[in-house]
């Protein structure tokens, strides 16, 4: 049985029937009437409603943040600048630049603007770390990302490592056989090692990221260094890790990471089996 439709609803459709009929005539058959499978919403023949203006602002300005137009620290033009130029009114701008702010890709600065904001990589992944350092196996799970983390950055830097990075890694080396023969802790000899490794990767997100991750394992490297030798070793693997990136060889610079970091593994208490390296 047909659902009856209310009479000033009717009239309307009849009369938009007519409008598009006429304006069809001539032309063949014109344009079909509404579908009513929606129910009363279905049958008022209005235009669909475009998208919010200030979502197109949204898009237009993550995009060209996203492709590096609008760089970090690149100040956007004022409010009535920018509707202006996007043909908008300033509401749709002001309700866009608060969606980019809270998402945070820009920030505000009092007296001076809005402005790009810089990556924050190393406020999220010391977030994440400080959450996964609590407990001892969570210590482990931070090994590992730091070892897929430092592994892909050896193998990056033995292809893109320019002349200024390897004289870094030589210097660290260098610094930490003086520590090691001088009965030294080279603890800083070995973090300055692992940042210009970092460095070398040439990707600036990889090496903020092992540079956090770095700082959390301070206490387990100090009890590698402490232990007999094994200043020694670190030197001997840091060395190795050197000559892979200067001979240009990515997959022996990659092994030769993950066999260095799998020594801390060891130390935390990991099961030996399947890992290479000393102890055994």
Request: hydrophobic share 40%; glycine share 8%.
């Amino acid at each position: 049985m047909a659902r009856s439709v209310p009479t000033e609803r009717a009239r309307a459709i009849l009369q938009r029937l007519v409008e598009l009929n006429r304006v069809g005539s001539g032309l063949g058959p014109g344009p079909l009437p509404p579908n009513d499978e929606d129910g009363e919403s279905g049958l008022a023949l209005t235009p669909v409603r475009r998208r919010r203006l200030y979502e197109d602002v949204v898009q237009q300005l993550q995009s060209l943040i996203a492709s590096g137009r609008l760089e970090p620290g690149d100040q956007l033009p004022s409010e009535r600048a920018l509707a202006d130029q996007l043909a908008v009114s300033r509401t749709s701008v002001r309700e866009a630049l608060r969606i980019l702010e809270a998402r945070g890709m820009l920030e505000a600065r009092p007296g001076q603007g809005l402005f790009v904001r810089g990556r924050r990589t190393e406020e999220i992944v010391s977030i994440l770390a400080a959450y996964l350092v609590r407990e001892r196996e969570s210590f482990l799970e931070v090994l590992d990302v730091r070892e897929a983390l430092e592994r892909k950055a050896a193998e990056r830097a033995a292809l893109l490592a320019t002349h200024k990075d390897l004289d870094a890694l030589k210097a660290a080396v260098v610094a930490m056989q003086e520590e090691v023969l001088e009965g030294k802790l080279a603890l800083d000899s070995d973090t300055e090692f692992h940042r210009a490794l970092g460095a070398a990767s040439r990707n600036e997100v990889l090496s903020q990221m092992l540079d956090t991750v770095l700082g959390l394992m301070t206490q387990r490297r100090r009890e590698v260094f402490n232990e007999s030798y094994g200043g020694i070793l670190m030197l001997h693997q840091h060395a190795g890790i050197y000559r892979a990136i200067k001979n240009r060889d990515a997959r022996l610079a990659g092994e030769l990471v993950s066999t260095h970091l799998q020594e801390l593994g060891m130390a935390a208490g990991r099961p030996h089996h399947g890992y290479p390296g000393v102890g055994h």
